[in-house]
């Protein structure tokens, strides 16, 4: 893949009592791609989140973040390019304010105070917390906490930002909030997302393209529709399609209609899909009905 945002051939990764947790890992996402990484609690992800943005070091393989080599020398200011936001954010929130958090990066980077004091207010702005820029981390909700550890990392302008779990623990209208927040901060530039999840629900509004991971090991990449799509792989990794797709394929009378079909991943997916089947019913009632006047 050319103009690739992360590029990862054979990598794999031990931990200190030598046992592998990824082994073999090829995966490319393109620039300006969303990606999101399924697989099932202790599959590898975070792991894999890792050690493609240098936090640990792969035992063997090579990583290249924006086509330059990711090595103990290049680590440091690629670090600048490519933001991980983990999956508790109190890991990522330890300052006395908000304000202080989202600074900590740029001050680090060693940029002066008008720049610093410019990248946090656009930061803050851009999650919406700009009013809770004095408030103490642990003062704020889950969602809140969400979103300034987001804050933090874009305050680095990353050209990749990389989330781990960003849905879990949060309430309905949070994690609705969230999709929408990404979905838009996506839509603004040529940032790349990649998302590791195991939130199979929302999988299909958080990226377009999908990798599977099983055991240390990617078992699946597609399209996000050709990867829910496979039952039998998604089963093997100890995953499922979304429910609404599920539930459309357990009624034969509908399975029969959309067998030939992309399969109906989300709500407005399958809204869509029973409208048209409910229009086509209608249709063919009318037909029925003006065939039985003639006949009689």
Same mark, same amino acid.
């Given at each position: 893949?050319?103009?690739?945002?992360?590029?990862?051939?054979?990598?794999?990764?031990?931990?200190?009592?030598?046992?592998?947790?990824?082994?073999?890992?090829? +995966?490319?996402?393109?620039?300006?791609?969303?990606?999101? *990484?399924?697989?099932?609690?202790? #599959?590898?992800?975070? =792991?894999? &989140? $890792?050690?493609?943005?240098?936090?640990?070091?792969?035992?063997?393989?090579?990583?290249?973040?924006?086509?330059?080599?990711?090595?103990?020398?290049?680590?440091?200011?690629?670090?600048?390019?490519?933001?991980?936001?983990?999956?508790?954010?109190?890991?990522?929130?330890?300052?006395?304010?908000?304000?202080?958090?989202?600074?900590?990066?740029?001050?680090?980077?060693?940029?002066?105070?008008?720049?610093?004091?410019?990248?946090?207010?656009?930061?803050?702005?851009?999650?919406?917390?700009?009013? +809770?820029?004095?408030?103490?981390?642990?003062?704020?909700? *889950?969602?809140?906490?969400?979103? #300034?550890?987001?804050? =933090?990392? &874009? $305050?680095?302008?990353?050209?990749?930002?990389?989330?781990?779990?960003?849905?879990?623990?949060?309430?309905?209208?949070?994690?609705?909030?969230?999709?929408?927040?990404?979905?838009?901060?996506?839509?603004?530039?040529?940032?790349?997302?990649?998302?590791?999840?195991?939130?199979?629900?929302?999988?299909?509004?958080?990226?377009?393209?999908?990798?599977?991971?099983?055991?240390?090991?990617?078992?699946?990449?597609?399209?996000?529709?050709?990867?829910?799509?496979?039952?039998?792989?998604?089963?093997?990794?100890?995953?499922?399609?979304?429910?609404?797709?599920?539930?459309?394929?357990?009624?034969? #009378?509908?399975?029969?209609?959309?067998?030939?079909?992309?399969?109906?991943?989300?709500?407005?997916?399958?809204?869509?899909?029973?409208?048209?089947?409910?229009?086509?019913?209608?249709?063919?009632?009318?037909?029925?009905?003006?065939?039985?006047?003639?006949?009689?």
């Amino acid at each position: 893949m050319t103009h690739c945002a992360i590029d990862m051939q054979d990598v794999q990764y031990r931990y200190p009592d030598g046992s592998v947790a990824l082994n073999g890992i090829n +995966l490319q996402v393109g620039r300006g791609e969303r990606a999101v *990484v399924l697989g099932a609690n202790g #599959a590898g992800k975070s =792991t894999l &989140l $890792a050690v493609m943005c240098g936090v640990l070091q792969p035992s063997q393989g090579t990583i290249k973040i924006l086509e330059t080599k990711l090595t103990r020398q290049t680590t440091r200011r690629l670090r600048a390019s490519i933001g991980l936001v983990f999956q508790e954010p109190d890991n990522q929130l330890f300052m006395p304010t908000l304000w202080e958090d989202v600074a900590f990066g740029p001050l680090n980077m060693g940029l002066p105070a008008e720049k610093v004091k410019s990248r946090v207010e656009e930061a803050l702005d851009v999650v919406g917390l700009a009013e +809770l820029r004095d408030r103490p981390p642990h003062h704020l909700s *889950v969602g809140e906490k969400k979103r #300034a550890a987001i804050a =933090t990392v &874009l $305050a680095m302008h990353p050209k990749i930002l990389v989330l781990d779990e960003p849905t879990a623990h949060l309430d309905p209208q949070s994690r609705t909030d969230l999709i929408r927040f990404l979905g838009q901060l996506h839509a603004q530039g040529d940032l790349t997302l990649i998302i590791a999840t195991h939130d199979v629900e929302n999988a299909p509004l958080l990226a377009d393209r999908a990798y599977v991971l099983s055991h240390g090991r990617l078992v699946g990449r597609g399209t996000v529709v050709e990867i829910f799509s496979n039952p039998e792989m998604l089963q093997a990794a100890h995953l499922a399609a979304p429910t609404v797709a599920q539930l459309l394929h357990l009624v034969p #009378a509908i399975a029969r209609r959309i067998a030939d079909e992309p399969t109906p991943l989300t709500l407005a997916d399958a809204a869509q899909v029973l409208r048209r089947l409910c229009a086509h019913t209608e249709e063919a009632d009318r037909a029925e009905n003006h065939l039985l006047r003639e006949v009689h």
